[in-house]
């Protein structure tokens, strides 16, 4: 699954709340708006009939999310929103297009390929490009432009894996790709190297390519002859001069290399400083839009709160409301904006540290009924109502709740340990823990057998550690402090250190070697969570051997089962995998809060095109003024 190291979705959604809020025991002053979408913060209008008109459409960009790269082969470090679906997407169009409004399925309007067609056991996929795409100087997309886009890919790893950031070694593009070869200016046939689960490579690698102008780029310098990219040292004289400009934020707006596009937009205006700018209409645009597009005016803000006050102001067309600032929304109906609100696809959770030998956490975590009990004090109900004031989602597991997903299990829409505080206490119990509410749980009966703590803890050893919690957005405090008030009532004390994410994600990270020196510094750290894929395989988080598995969680049975998710091809692999995963509880899931959108009610188009403002997906294309 391709994700980024520190979740950009979820994280910057949540650094939207930068102020205390009521705790989970308080009331929420705003109860969640009447909906037209199971389980979202407000609705979303029907489009609006009548006459259509164009303008200047003002759209705010969230907090730390300004552009700073541009080249649609973007780099790990780069690996953000801001870069790819809110700037680059509007210019250049992947090959198939992921969400649905807020559902995490294609779209196949938006797409520039027909789906995919599998052969030779599911080593073999046969693309076709739509007929209806050109780029933006007359050209048609082709297959060779797909065929440019893998090898500028390939020479971009080869130079260093960061250059790429969806890259995972050894999986998926490019390292699962024996051959890619071109039937014709429209059909594209990629062959792998074994075989694959087709629903994995759809959704989480083909999703991925974008189609590039291979007749405008495929030089080495500015007045450079086009060069064959199918020569590796050609395709790394192109990447290393694409790359270049990309670097190159001041001349975004001026250089003629990134004016030949095939999306809605064309970028006409660029501020390297602030990272504002200004999309126009690609009037050669072959997909689905307004009768006539508006431009796009993207402006950023020193914080949340700034772009709050613009809202409040009626200073921007498009924006979204902080976290903190829920309880306003009626007043931001009554300046004229319509609101939603809907959780990103992806997972909150609390890691595990399952190395973490301090009063023997590494034996006392590897305990399934541990791991039930710590769910079992989480109120993840009372979270979503007194700490995201209704704006938020349960989720259960690595599949949340919300948006509904194809994929999910039973377990990720009915809590498999719902919050109670009793049936902590009785799992304790029954397995050789003295509970002593208020104080610290021992363990009376030591060893393996029924009824007993489990290997490796001595009798004796005390139910106390501590978790190690960021103090930005302040709702992981809040959420962990009830937490560690819960699991009080059933004696296991939890110790709250505070810290911030760039500490706990830089240095909590077992599998990082330089990181060991803190193994025993944190049993638990809660530093924010993972964006989902569509096809939502945990391949690289919760695989024993991920470069995401941040707390040494290793379970044959799960490994077993992400390597299905992958490899095999049942449809519903996936779906075992995420059933597993979410009864054993490899981290401690939260519920996830919503991104609130808002728009001025004079502003108008299709309801998913608005809804999927939630899921960080812009597509201004649909939107135009009624008055």
């Known amino acids: 699954m391709r994700r980024s190291r520190y979740n950009s979705k979820l994280a910057a959604a949540a650094l939207a709340g930068v102020a205390a809020m009521a705790g989970c025991s308080g009331s929420s002053s705003s109860a969640p708006l009447k909906t037209s979408f199971g389980g979202a ?121 960061v250059n790429w950031g969806p890259y995972t070694p050894g999986s998926g593009i490019p390292d699962q790709v024996a051959s890619v070869t071109t039937r ?21 690698e083909l999703s991925l390519v974008v189609p590039m102008p291979s007749a405008a780029w495929a030089r080495a310098s500015a007045n450079g002859p086009v060069l064959d990219f199918t020569v590796p040292a050609n395709a790394m004289k192109i990447y290393n001069y694409l790359a270049a400009a990309s670097k190159s934020l001041s001349t975004y707006a001026t250089n003629p290399l990134w004016q030949t596009v095939d999306g809605p937009y064309r970028l006409t205006a660029f501020d390297a400083n602030s990272g504002d700018f200004t999309l126009t209409p690609n009037t050669a645009y072959g997909g689905p839009h307004a009768r006539t597009m508006s431009d796009l005016r993207a ?77 079992h004090l989480e109120d993840e109900a009372g979270y979503i109502k007194g700490i995201f004031g209704g704006a938020g989602g349960p989720a259960y597991g690595p599949i949340p709740a919300l948006p509904t997903s194809p994929y999910a299990p039973a377990d990720a829409v009915t809590d498999p340990y719902p919050f109670s505080i009793p049936a902590a206490i009785s799992l304790l119990k ?18 393996s057998g029924a009824g007993a703590c489990g290997t490796g803890i001595p009798a004796g050893t005390k139910l106390t550690f501590n978790l190690v919690f960021g103090t930005l957005p302040p709702f992981i405090e809040e959420m962990d402090t009830d937490l560690a008030s819960q699991a009080a009532k059933a004696g296991i004390t939890v110790r709250l250190q505070a810290s911030n994410i760039n500490f706990i994600s830089t240095n909590y990270d077992n599998a990082v070697p330089a990181d060991k020196a803190y193994i ?27 470069t995401g598995n941040f707390g040494s969680y290793a379970n044959p049975a799960a490994d077993k089962l992400i390597a299905a998710s992958v490899a095999s091809g049942d449809p519903a692999a996936v779906k075992a995998e995420a059933a597993f995963l979410t009864a054993d509880q490899p ?21 998913d095109s608005f809804a999927d403002l939630t899921q960080w997906d812009l597509t201004p294309e649909y939107w135009y003024f009624t008055g």
């Open 430 to 447: 029954s397995h050789g823990w003295t509970v002593r509410p208020g104080g610290t749980d021992v363990c009376a009966k030591a060893g």
């Open 299 to 375: 402006v950023s803000f020193t914080s949340p709160a700034a772009e709050f006050d613009a809202v409040r102001a009626g200073a921007v067309d498009v924006g979204f409301v902080p976290s903190i600032d829920i309880p306003e929304v009626g007043a931001v109906k009554a300046g004229g904006y319509n609101v939603f609100g809907y959780p990103t696809f992806g997972f909150n959770y609390v890691v595990y540290n399952f190395r973490d030998t301090t009063g023997h956490f590494n034996s006392i975590i590897a305990q399934p009924y541990v791991r039930q009990a710590i769910a």
């Open 587 to 607: 981290g401690l899931f939260q519920p996830n809060n919503d991104w609130v959108a808002v728009w001025k009610k004079n502003l108008s188009g299709p309801p």
């Open 41 to 161: 913060f407000g609705t979303v209008p029907a489009a609006a009939t009548g006459a259509q008109h164009t303008g200047t459409v003002t759209w705010a960009e969230a907090f730390e999310q300004q552009p700073t790269w541009i080249l649609p082969l973007v780099t790990a470090e780069a690996n953000l929103s801001g870069n790819i679906t809110e700037f680059e997407y509007e210019m250049w169009r992947p090959l198939y297009w992921f969400d649905n409004g807020v559902a995490p399925t294609e779209s196949a309007a938006m797409s520039l390929a027909s789906p995919p067609v599998w052969s030779n056991g599911d080593k073999t996929v046969t693309i076709t490009l739509k007929s209806s795409y050109n780029w933006s100087d007359g050209q048609p997309v082709t297959s060779r432009d797909v065929l440019f886009w893998f090898d500028e890919v390939t020479a971009a790893i080869k130079e260093s894996p």
């Open 184 to 204: 014709g200016a429209s059909t594209v046939v990629v062959t792998l190297d074994k075989a694959v689960n087709p629903g994995w490579f759809w959704d989480d």
């Open 520 to 546: 025993d510094k944190w049993a638990m750290a809660d530093f924010g969570g993972f964006a989902d894929s569509p096809y939502p395989t945990t391949l690289g988080i919760f695989n024993s051997t991920g």
